[in-house]
């Protein structure tokens, strides 16, 4: 079998609804179109919205595919239609959506990816909201728990990043004026998640994001450019050295089947990610915990490229630290021992740790409550 | 929603607020454009809102462009109105000026501003044409602008350390922080260079790195406006989309250690980097020189340093880590041990109390 070459994705960015991420897919769409290539519509959401409508005359649709679950019928991407129609490139809305159940696949971009490595190229469109490191910020920030999110290395994976912007004042009178949402909905929404302080959070998050991907890129890349600032200058450009690190950083997250241990992976692997560290999880396992829970944290860790370890052992502490320098873990991230009476001076978990693991940095992450 | 807690902010400073807001109401609206380079797209999208404000009915002039027309521009171009500018030759060399009389006679209620960062030959009522902008602004004529990041007077000096040019006409940053909007124009930065062949044109690499600044820069300016905003409203929050570092400075723990690690944080969250010191009177002279040396390496290494007096070491770091939207603080392992009377050292409690951010404990190595 030969080997097909993976298809480039590429995804427009936003940061709520309405700011234009879908006109912004469909406007280089039909420049496509129009220089010849074969392009064709695997997703589409029109929201009802006029302008957005009117910018998919004379794409290509596949028509989608209808499942029908509890009762009710579903419309997905046809993945299977787009991958024997095999265009050269698919359009496809709204990246983080979460598959009916019965479908194929969970996630729409987990789709992308058959497409992808059919080697098809795929344009996409999602709001920052849905990415799994920002989902405790997100909350913090607005109240909403969002459930459909992406894991970070699939944005990471991604050939480019676009961020379209919009000025939160100019996305509340698209709001006013009925382009966004019908009228009853519209004055809800402003009222709610579109407050001027949630979109500009949002917004501003967006901005840091995306900047964070091109840098990422940017340090993948070959410093060719090293050669040509030289010899436009006749000087080496400025080294960057106070932003490297001596050396490789490696960050070990400690899970347990708390609920907390969610944000301790999303919060320990976010760092990890700026930090461009190593991240690995270890659970030390004890008779009589929640296997369930603690399943589904080693999984969900798993998931966002996380190496996960499960050691079995008496003392938390001692294990922890034996394990973090076998493995020359220089961060360690827990999260806050329960809490005790004021009296009590036995040694909490984080104590124990701390003590033992003296030469490396503990990191106690906050519960950030609302 | 927001954690809402009531802020009452002194005299001058409402009255302050108040005489700002009645500036703000007389003053036209400024909304800027900013690209990452030439080529962005940044005029399409400027001239693209002028046509749809004018299609919903407001009354909208054009009062500058600048360079080669494409056919998708000279198509919205040919729907809105021009009052072109004033061609004038001085010194060999031709300018466009704009032609402030003309639009002050006309009086639309927004101007449409190509190239911000351009200069009038000198004899001119102003020498730059950002302070033509101002001088529509404060007249009441909203203005909407494009700028690219190069002609950023404060950014120049970075942007010559990426591509090794340096453009010779600005706009003075503060004057771009103060517009009521500003949008970033973003795009791939394969799409540049395969939209021309113009030896000006920056190399993949420095795109991507103009692009980062662009972006971090807007990033900023939401972050400020968003706390402006906040403050206007008297509203407190405990959140932000960026994250701060606030590293404890004692005499005695690692403090070196921590600062550049703070400082490193800092860099790759490129979030801000802060220091503080609970004051203590009952430093020797030893723990006193430590202490000022490390105030001095927390200032060389950017930090915004701060003295607190608080009697209560814990009390004191959680409310500044809190007023100051606090994401980490860094602190000492054994930056004092605990007293026998004491049921917890004070970075126990720190731990137990710090709700908003994490803490980062250092291990403590001997002399540093």
Known sequence: MSETAKGHLKVYMGYAAGVGKTYRMLEEAQALRRDGVDIVVGYFEPHGRKETIAMTEGLEFVPRRVIRYNNAAFEEMDTEAVLRRRPKVAVVDEFAHTNVPGSERAKRWQDVHALLDAGIDVIATMNVQHLESLNDQVWHVTGVRVRETVPDWVIDDADEIVFVDLTPQALRNRLERGVVYAPDKAQKAMDNFFTETNLSALREMAMRHTAHEVEEKLAAAPAAAVVDILATTGRAPEPKADVEPPRKERILICLTGNPFSAVLIRRGKRVADYLQADCVAIHVAAPGEDHDAIERHLSFARNLRIETHVVYAAEIAMAVADFAREQRITQIFMGRSAPRPWYSRRETVVQAVAAHSREMQVIIVASRRR | ?368
């Open chain 2, 1 to 368: 929603m927001v954690d809402r807690t009531d802020r009452r902010p002194d005299p001058e400073e409402l009255l302050r607020r108040v005489q700002a807001g009645e500036r703000r109401e007389k003053r036209g609206r400024l909304k800027v454009f900013l690209g990452y380079a030439p080529r962005v797209g940044k005029s399409f999208r400027m001239f693209d809102e002028g046509r749809r404000r004018k299609q919903r009915g407001q009354d909208v002039v054009i009062g500058a462009l600048q360079g080669k027309l494409t056919p998708d521009l000279e198509a919205i171009l040919a729907s809105i109105e021009a009052i072109p500018p004033v061609r004038e030759h001085y010194a060999g060399q031709m300018w466009d000026v704009i032609n402030l009389a003309a639009i002050f006679g006309r009086h639309p209620s927004t101007c449409l501003i190509d190239g911000l960062a351009f200069d009038n030959p000198p004899g001119s009522r102003n020498p730059h044409r950002w302070q033509d902008v101002e001088e529509l602004l404060a007249n009441g004529i909203a203005v909407i602008t494009a700028v690219n990041l190069q002609h950023i007077y404060e950014k120049q000096e970075a942007v010559e350390r990426i591509t090794g040019k340096r453009a010779a006409n600005s706009v003075p940053q503060e004057f771009l922080l103060e517009a009521d909007e500003m949008e970033v124009v973003d795009a791939p930065t394969e799409a540049l260079i395969g939209r021309a062949h113009d030896a000006n044109m920056p190399d993949p690499r420095q795109l991507a790195e103009l692009r980062e600044m662009a972006l971090l820069l807007a990033a900023d300016v939401v972050e400020r406006q968003l706390q402006s905003y906040l403050d206007d409203h008297g509203i407190a929050v405990r959140w932000g989309a960026q994250e701060r570092i606030l590293v404890c400075l004692t005499a005695r723990s690692s403090t070196r250690a921590m600062l550049e690690s703070g400082h490193r944080n800092a860099a790759r969250f490129h979030g801000a980097l802060i220091a503080v010191y609970v004051e203590q009177s009952r430093l020797d002279g030893a723990d006193r020189a430590r202490l000022d040396a490390n105030l001095e390496l927390a200032r060389q290494l950017g930090a915004d340093v701060h003295r607190l007096t608080n009697d209560d070491f814990v009390e004191a770091i959680i409310d500044f880590a809190r007023e100051q939207r606090v994401t980490q603080v860094f602190l000492g392992h054994s930056g004092r041990e605990r007293r026998w009377w004491e049921p917890r050292s004070p970075v126990d409690r720190l731990i137990d109390a710090a709700e908003d951010f994490d803490v980062r404990l250092f291990p403590h190595i001997e002399g540093q």
